[in-house]
């Protein structure tokens, strides 16, 4: 029997895929619990449709994001922190503070995608890395700054 997925199965397809399975396995656990649909006409050319939508919205995002990265690539943004004797930082600069420095030059990253290879506890340059994805990544330079 055909079926089109509505959910993921785990060993049997993602979401949206038209698979084969035994009539039984369908009837009495797929269409049961609400998983898979019966797979008509209608239906499967329905799922193409969406399966190529998403597809080209998940390129175009891909695209979005490789744009931003080339742009951002060799931005300088200034963290200015409190800073006690010889320079040295009052704890140390984070990703939350390269961020929110970030969103004052018109640029929205989330912390969680800014790593940072080496602590920031004193002024000076140091460089971080913007991971938008697997592959589209940008470096920038963060100058700390003493308040």
Do not use: C, W
């Given at each position: 029997?055909?079926v089109?997925?509505?959910?993921?199965?785990?060993g049997s397809?993602?979401?949206?895929?038209?698979i084969?399975?035994?009539?039984?396995?369908?009837?009495?656990?797929?269409?049961?619990?609400?998983?898979?649909?019966?797979?008509?006409?209608?239906?499967?050319?329905?799922?193409?449709?969406?399966?190529?939508?998403?597809?080209?919205?998940?390129?175009?995002?891909?695209?979005?994001?490789?744009?931003l990265?080339?742009?951002?690539?060799?931005?300088?943004?200034?963290?200015k922190?409190?800073?006690?004797?010889?320079g040295?930082?009052?704890?140390?600069?984070?990703?939350?503070?390269?961020?929110?420095?970030?969103?004052?030059l018109?640029y929205?990253?989330?912390?969680?995608?800014?790593?940072?290879?080496e602590?920031?506890?004193?002024?000076?340059?140091?460089?971080?890395?913007?991971?938008?994805?697997?592959?589209?990544?940008?470096?920038?330079?963060?100058?700390?700054?003493?308040?």
């Open positions: 029997m055909k089109i997925l509505k959910q993921d199965v785990k397809g993602k979401k949206g895929t038209v084969e399975v035994s009539d039984g396995y369908a009837k009495n656990f797929l269409l049961k619990k609400g998983l898979a649909e019966v797979a008509t006409a209608g239906g499967i050319n329905e799922a193409e449709q969406k399966r190529t939508a998403d597809e080209f919205h998940k390129a175009e995002n891909i695209k979005a994001l490789k744009e990265a080339a742009k951002m690539k060799g931005v300088e943004v200034e963290v922190i409190r800073t006690g004797e010889n040295k930082v009052f704890g140390s600069v984070t990703t939350a503070h390269i961020s929110s420095a970030l969103s004052e018109g929205d990253i989330d912390k969680k995608k800014i790593t940072v290879k602590a920031m506890k004193s002024v000076g340059v140091y460089e971080a890395e913007i991971r938008f994805m697997e592959n589209v990544a940008a470096k920038i330079k963060v100058k700390v700054l003493p308040l």
